[in-house]
């Protein structure tokens, strides 16, 4: 029989084989259930050649075994693009979002408009942004890209525990600390 970890990495292989396989074979996006662009499969092929991208199921597997991960790695590895994607294709949101904190407005804003770019979807609805005195997210938003400051003001209002009693709101928070 295998061991609990061993069935979670296989999940985690699976799910990121099973993701591959749906995208080659129905050319079908599973957040909009639009057909991919011809720019999506551009920008995939770019993104498999990150050195990241190697990583995904091992992060996969080290983000079901612990609470928190802290990654190193180069500029340009795809540490703030490609992580919040793996977090999303990983199955582990069930409902909830994945926050990318920024240190910048015009990051926040700008690689918000990258991923979604990345993922086909449209920018300010399935990945969005927020940023003092601008929100670009919907009900749909299942990843956001957020300063640090304005996460900490969502994190702390004094009613945010109240919202959804027992229910977090986020599953994951990837803090971008360059």
């Known amino acids: 029989m295998m061991e609990p970890a061993t069935k979670k990495l296989r999940k985690a292989h ?9 995208v080659e074979q129905t050319n079908t996006n599973r ?5 991919y662009t011809t720019k999506y499969f551009e920008i995939l092929e770019k993104r498999r050649e990150l050195p990241v991208w190697q990583q995904r199921e091992e992060f996969a597997q080290m983000l079901n075994r612990h609470q928190t991960l802290v990654l ?4 340009g590895s ?20 994945c926050v990318c904190t920024q240190p910048r407005r015009v990051a926040a804003m700008s690689v918000a ?33 957020s300063t ?7 994190a702390y209002m004094s009613d ?19």
């Open 113 to 145: 408009r990258r991923v979604a770019e990345e993922m086909d979807v449209n920018a300010g609805e399935e990945v969005g942004y927020s940023i003092r005195f601008e929100e670009a997210t919907g009900p749909k938003t299942f990843l956001k890209y």
């Open 148 to 154: 640090d400051g304005k996460w900490r003001k969502i």
């Open 31 to 35: 957040y909009t259930g639009r057909p």
């Open 72 to 75: 190193v790695g180069e500029t």
């Open 78 to 97: 795809g540490k703030t693009t490609q992580i919040p994607q793996f977090v999303v294709e990983s199955g582990f949101l069930s409902g909830k979002m």
């Open 14 to 22: 699976d799910t990121f084989d099973m993701l591959e396989s749906a």
């Open 160 to 178: 945010f525990p109240t919202k959804r009693p027992s229910t977090p709101i986020f599953f994951a928070r990837v803090t971008d600390l360059s």
